[in-house]
T-cell receptor, first 113, second 111 residues
């Protein structure tokens, strides 16, 4: 089975712009979770989608949003980018039982200038 | 906070030595998981230990869980340079997030 894929792998944006990141889960996985990783804050949970519905949400401002499509692919969007949004954004998929093993993609490294 | 805490934050050993990392958490858990992350890449799941298990092995990895002390340890035996990575413990936080990760232990294995 192919693993979790994320596109793009690298991205450079300027403050105020918006960005959309994409994640394709492992075939058959219905849950997709997004995490932000920074040196200062570590791995922080953004949100989780299951069967096109947001099931959980972390403590991030409304500028961060996401969605999941019927084929389980997911996108996350960050509007009005700030310098502090520079991070590695990781997507993980699983079958859908909460607390089970997560399978991570390689991440999208976002740099905001 | 529910977040687990790994200890030490950084560990440097010689190839062939054993490496032990510890994780402490704050509330009851159903399971605890360990992940590895090579520099700037995605996380790879290593092992999951359930709350009713005390020890689990996978190849050169041994994980123990002490629910009375709310702690877990990851032992890597006969370490190799390829084991150089950051290691994270993670536990489900019921009601909010699928997994909550600690800050990780950065392991350096010197050849």
């Amino acid at each position: 089975k192919a693993g979790v894929t994320q596109t793009p792998r690298y991205l450079i944006k300027t403050r105020g712009q918006q960005v959309t990141l994409s994640c394709s889960p492992i075939s058959g996985h219905r849950s997709v979770s997004w995490y932000q990783q920074t040196p200062g804050q570590g791995l922080q949970f953004l949100f989780e989608y299951f069967s096109e519905t947001q099931r959980n949400k972390g403590n991030f401002p409304g500028r961060f949003s996401g969605r999941q499509f019927s084929n389980s692919r997911s996108e996350m969007n960050v509007s009005t980018l700030e310098l502090g949004d520079s991070a590695l954004y990781l997507c993980a998929s699983s079958l859908g039982l909460q607390g089970e093993t997560q399978y991570f993609g390689p991440g999208t490294r976002l740099l905001v200038l | 906070s529910q977040q687990g805490e790994e200890d030490p934050q950084a560990l440097s050993i010689q190839e062939g030595e054993n490496a032990t990392m510890n994780c402490s958490y704050k509330t009851s858990i159903n399971n605890l998981q360990w992940y590895r992350q090579n520099s700037g890449r995605g996380l790879v799941h290593l092992i999951l230990i359930r709350s009713n298990e005390r020890e689990k092995h996978s190849g050169r990895l041994r994980v123990t869980l002490d629910t009375s002390k709310k702690s877990s340890s990851l032992l890597i035996t006969a370490s190799r340079a390829a084991d150089t990575a950051s290691y994270f413990c993670a536990e489900p936080f019921s009601g909010n997030t699928p997994l909550v990760f600690g800050k990780g232990t950065r392991l350096s294995v010197i050849a």
